[in-house]
């Protein structure tokens, strides 16, 4: 009988006889990552005028740069690598995904562009640095996420191949992040060029000791469509993209591409270019690029950090100042609350008793006329009574 006084009706399992019903725990998970929802972090490299935020806002369809500015050729000169994230919340068909765009404005503008990638380097640090202190802390039930996850690099199309820049920038951070190169603005090229410029960047890449996110393999348990989508896409890097945000008619059909005299560029056509190939790359494999930034960069830089003694560094940040923001500190528990207090109290004892030993250190040490009398006499320390130890 239920609480409210009805009968209640015998129960009835939706299973058949012999099935235990394990089966069905993909679908729980399912039903919670769907609930809580998805993060993505994306960085975007490459020289000005590449169209990396076109192709950011056709990939996703979407706008995350509304208000815009475009500095003036005056502007660049004096103008200097800077970091631009941009967060939007994307939900298609129910699933939520809280998308991080990085852009880096101002790479390779300069005439010296030596240590242009150092704010590149110093954020995707300090991404891994923040989320090892929350993961070092109390509260760790809702830690963001911040890790940089992939990396598109462009790559000029007019330049023959890689560039002394492109080069010593993914040297320095293929260690640190999943680099994807890509060849922009594609349609400036024809297919034997595409094919001769892939051909070279890839040989470029093996002789410099770059390694660029590779596809995993195909379990043996996958379907021939499956092996044959990843065989494609193993064989498209770099990628050659166009990015267009507009959409055109052509043959009573609308697509979205870019109108030229000779003919109409379609961005979802693969015989065009390879947009629709690194977009299904992204989100295909978008739990595996974050596994290989948890399980291989950031264990990394977690153990770099250990092994040269910084793990000292951050629990000494954590006492001298407060990791969290106020907001944070609000939503302590009771119990994190007691811990904090108890902390506090056992710190302030060993205090006092490190100061006891001080002073019978220091009584010990001065001439006693009665020895014998010191040993069966209490001491007065400080306020607490201590027998001879």
């Known amino acids: 009988m239920y609480p409210d006084g009805k009968d209640d009706q015998q129960f009835v399992n939706p299973e058949q006889p012999g099935y235990v019903g394990f089966a069905n725990l993909p679908n729980q998970v399912h039903r919670k990552s769907v609930k809580k929802g998805f993060e993505f972090t994306l960085m975007v490299v490459g020289e000005a005028g590449l169209g990396k935020s076109t192709l950011v806002n056709s990939l996703f369809l979407t706008d995350l740069y509304p ?31 809280r998308l991080t765009v990085v852009d880096t404005p101002g ?8 240590n242009c990638f150092k704010p590149i380097i110093q954020y995707i640090d300090e991404q891994f640095e923040r989320f090892l202190q929350d993961e070092s802390g109390l509260n760790r039930r809702h830690i963001i996420d911040n890790r940089v996850h992939c990396c598109f690099y462009f790559i000029n199309p007019s330049g023959h191949g890689l560039r002394p820049l492109d080069i010593s920038f993914m040297k320095t951070v293929h260690n640190k992040v999943n680099i994807v190169p890509c060849i922009a603005k594609a349609d400036t090229l024809t297919k034997n060029e595409i094919i001769n410029l892939k051909r070279k960047v890839l040989d470029q890449i093996d002789d410099n000791g770059i390694n660029v996110y590779s596809l995993p393999d195909c379990d043996s348990d996958e379907d021939d469509d499956y092996r044959e989508q990843c065989k494609q896409l193993k064989y498209a890097v770099p990628f050659a993209v166009v990015g267009a945000n507009t959409v055109i008619e052509v ?40 596994e290989v930034t948890q399980e291989v960069h950031y264990e990394n830089f977690r153990a770099e950090k250990l092994s040269d003694g910084s793990g000292t560094t951050i629990s000494a940040k954590r006492s001298s100042k407060p990791r969290r923001p106020e907001s944070q500190d609000k939503e302590l528990s009771e119990r994190e609350k007691q811990l904090l207090a108890k902390e506090a109290e056992l710190k302030r004892m060993q205090d006092m008793l490190s100061k006891m030993q001080a002073e019978m250190t220091q009584k010990q040490g001065s001439p006693n006329p009665t020895p014998n009398a010191q040993r069966n006499v209490p001491q007065q320390n400080g306020g607490v009574k201590s027998h001879n130890v």
């Open 67 to 97: 208000e815009r500015h475009i500095p003036s050729a005056t502007e660049k000169i004096s103008q200097t690598v800077k970091i631009d994230a941009s967060t939007v919340e994307i939900e298609e068909r129910g699933v939520k995904l």
């Open 107 to 114: 790479f390779g503008d300069s005439l010296n562009s030596d």
């Open 251 to 290: 043959k009573g059909r609308k697509v979205r591409g870019r109108m030229y005299p000779w003919g109409v560029v379609e961005v979802e056509n693969p015989e065009h270019c390879d947009f629709i190939k690194l977009r299904t790359m992204l989100i295909t494999h978008m739990q595996d690029l974050q």
